[in-house]
Antibody
Framework: QLQLQESGPGLEKPSETLSLTCTVS??????????WAWIRQPPGKGLEWIGN???????YYTPSLKSRVTVSVDTSKNQFSLKLRSVTAADTALYYCARHAGAKLDYWGRGILVTVSS | QSALTQPASVSGSPGQSITISCTGT?????????VSWYQQYPGKAPKLMIY???NRPSGVSNRFSGSKSGNTASLTISGLQAEDEADYSC????????????FGTGTKVTVL
């Protein structure tokens, strides 16, 4: 059973850069069959797809966040990462990492709450 | 970039069938067979229930089914059970200058 685990700081100050890492339990991160995605959910609100990365570093981002987001992959560590720059309180959310198998998200991490506050 | 539109809430009695709609445009739901549905309990990660409009992953009950007509996709839960009470969200591929995915607004299912 594939497992994904998010890690990173739970608190960021406004205008700083949010940085999260997702560790994948096997080397499928190097497979050409999958993309690897970040999704977030503000408290009490719906899910928002942020972006994904392919094993070769190719990325797609949601247009509303594209100017502030970078998703990258490190296949040697079975990890992929999210950086979100210039954060505000509106970026406070539960952040999930997940595996994109085609157009579906079939495995998810448990999520990590990131609060933006001074 | 607007989310797909879902009803905020749907309810039904045990044993009944309910349907949740997910309305988009020809650039997303209507243009591709790439709609998936997720079930989420409070404090838990979402779980894939339906993919590519109408396919069920292994282990998901056959009481869950998906369909699409035009720009609207639907998730139907038949033989409603207490354990089906959860939030449900659709997701679709969206073509644009920057291809990406978009979620629906989410629907709370209540079993009466």
């Amino acid at each position: 059973q594939l497992q994904l685990q998010e890690s990173g700081p739970g608190l960021e100050k406004p205008s700083e850069t949010l940085s999260l890492t997702c560790t994948v339990s096997d080397d499928s991160i190097s497979s050409s069959s999958y993309h690897w995605a970040w999704i977030r959910q503000p408290p009490g609100k719906g899910l928002e797809w942020i972006g994904n990365v392919y094993y070769n570093g190719g990325t797609y981002y949601t247009p509303s966040l594209k100017s502030r987001v970078t998703v990258s992959v490190d296949t040697s560590k079975n990890q992929f990462s999210l950086k979100l720059r210039s954060v505000t309180a509106a970026d406070t959310a539960l952040y999930y990492c997940a595996r994109h198998a085609g157009a579906k998200l079939d495995y998810w991490g448990r999520g990590i709450l990131v609060t933006v506050s001074s | 970039q607007s989310a797909l539109t879902q009803p905020a809430s749907v309810s039904g009695s045990p044993g009944q069938s309910i349907t949740i709609s997910c309305t988009g445009t020809s650039s997303d739901v209507g243009g591709f067979n790439y709609v998936s549905w997720y079930q989420q309990y409070p404090g838990k990660a979402p779980k894939l229930m339906i993919y590519d409009v109408s396919n069920r992953p292994s282990g998901v009950s056959n009481r869950f089914s998906g369909s699409k007509s035009g720009n609207t996709a639907s998730l139907t839960i038949s033989g409603l059970q207490a354990e089906d009470e959860a939030d449900y969200s659709c997701m679709s591929y969206r073509s644009s200058s920057t291809p990406h995915y978009v979620f629906g607004t989410g629907t709370k299912v209540t079993v009466l």
